[in-house]
């Protein structure tokens, strides 16, 4: 006798990669709240340090088949800490670090996954 057992490996299958990507999100959270700037408090006496202690990372959800998260800085200058004072003449010291984390997280999203689904 044959048991069909099809959805049983699916559903496991899920779940390990469910796993793996919360591994990659947790690695691109941690990176991201790392490289986020902090100004000493000599140079900047209002540096508190807000930018790193708000980046968070989303649920992971499934939308069109795929597992999908986010790491989010929700302050309002982590767009000009990110990309640079935009269309105001001014130029200064910016330093990005969600792209970074970005860019940092996909060359080991692959190896973070097969070691979730496969045990590799």
């Given at each position: 006798?044959v048991?069909d057992?099809?959805?049983e490996?699916r559903?496991?299958?899920?779940?390990?990669?469910?796993?793996?990507?919360?591994?990659?999100q947790?690695?691109?959270?941690k990176?991201?709240?790392?490289?986020?700037p902090?100004p000493?408090?000599?140079?900047?006496p209002?540096?508190t340090?807000?930018?790193k202690?708000?980046?968070?990372?989303?649920e992971?959800?499934?939308?069109?088949?795929?597992?999908k998260?986010r790491?989010?800085?929700?302050m309002?200058?982590?767009?000009?800490?990110e990309?640079?004072?935009?269309g105001s003449?001014k130029?200064?010291?910016f330093?990005?670090?969600?792209?970074p984390?970005?860019d940092?997280?996909?060359?080991?999203?692959r190896?973070?996954?097969?070691?979730a689904?496969y045990?590799?």
């Open positions: 006798m048991v057992r099809t959805n490996v559903a496991e299958m899920r779940r390990r990669a469910m796993s793996g990507v919360r591994i990659a947790a690695q691109f959270l990176t991201a709240i790392e490289l986020a902090k000493e408090p000599v140079e900047h209002y540096a340090g807000t930018m202690s708000r980046i968070y990372g989303s992971v959800v499934e939308s069109d088949g795929e597992l998260c790491v989010v800085n929700p309002t200058y982590a767009v000009y800490q990309f640079g004072p935009m003449g130029q200064w010291r330093t990005p670090h969600i792209r984390a970005r940092f997280i996909k060359k080991q999203f190896g973070i996954i097969e070691r689904v045990g590799k």
